[in-house]
T-cell receptor, first 117, second 108 residues
Framework: GAVVSQHPSRVICKSGTSVKIECRSL??????MFWYRQFPKQSLMLMAT?????????EQGVEKDKFLINHASLTLSTLTVTSAHPEDSSFYIC?????????????FGQGTRLTVV | GIQVEQSPPDLILQEGANSTLRCNFSDSVNNLQWFHQNPWGQLINLFYIPSGTKQNGRLSATTVATERYSLLYISSSQTTDSGVYFCAVGAGTYKYIFGTGTRLKVLA
């Protein structure tokens, strides 16, 4: 299957600082990528849709000024958590869809565990 | 929006047992996948199955789109099957809505 690589896998930052998470499609081009957040023992919640060369689309309730998304190339999307606070501590996962023979299967990165202290 | 419910929420099995996980969704969908989330958080693709039946080794899945449910069968379970199983559905767009998950623990 297709490979989506996410970096870093784990990050600890101080409250008030910003953290950037990268999501790369390694063997395919992705005009659209998706960012999810998962709190402990909960399901994944879609945060935003990242569109190459244009603005991201945010889900209701997600602060676009806090979670900055940039999709500058067909293989890279970044999520920057600005002025992070302890409540932003969570597991962030990116995804891209691959179209093969009429199917559009989603593949996920390894995830980034963010801890804000 | 579409609601996706999975059952059971928790399941404990003895190694070698079989199980069926269910995913119910509230509206028509044109994309559906099953994932296994391992203890490190990685989502492993199991099946892309918006309709029909597929099998891969000890795992198989069936989606009855007209009745808005999908089933994941695990046979001869192993301790490595432990983790959380999610179904995710999409309708008309490429974004997914994830189900509530089933937390599986297989005992040796």
């Amino acid at each position: 299957g297709a490979v989506v690589s996410q970096h870093p896998s784990r990050v600890i930052c101080k409250s008030g600082t910003s953290v950037k998470i990268e999501c790369r499609s390694l063997d395919f081009q992705a005009t659209t990528m998706f960012w999810y957040r998962q709190f402990p023992k909960q399901s994944l919640m879609l945060m935003a849709t990242s569109n190459e060369g244009s603005k991201a689309t945010y889900e209701q309730g997600v602060e676009k000024d806090k979670f900055l998304i940039n999709h500058a190339s067909l293989t890279l999307s970044t999520l920057t958590v600005t002025s992070a606070h302890p409540e932003d501590s969570s597991f962030y996962i990116c995804s891209a869809r691959v179209r093969t023979g009429g199917l559009t299967e989603a593949f996920f990165g390894q995830g980034t565990r963010l801890t804000v202290v | 929006g579409i609601q996706v419910e999975q059952s059971p929420p928790d399941l404990i099995l003895q190694e070698g047992a079989n199980s069926t996980l269910r995913c119910n969704f509230s509206d028509s969908v044109n994309n559906l996948q099953w994932f296994h989330q391992n203890p490190w958080g990685q989502l492993i693709n199991l099946f892309y199955i918006p309709s029909g039946t597929k099998q891969n080794g000890r795992l198989s899945a069936t989606t009855v789109a007209t009745e808005r449910y999908s089933l994941l069968y695990i046979s001869s379970s192993q301790t490595t099957d432990s983790g959380v199983y999610f179904c995710a559905v999409g309708a008309g767009t490429y974004k997914y809505i994830f189900g509530t998950g089933t937390r599986l623990k297989v005992l040796a």
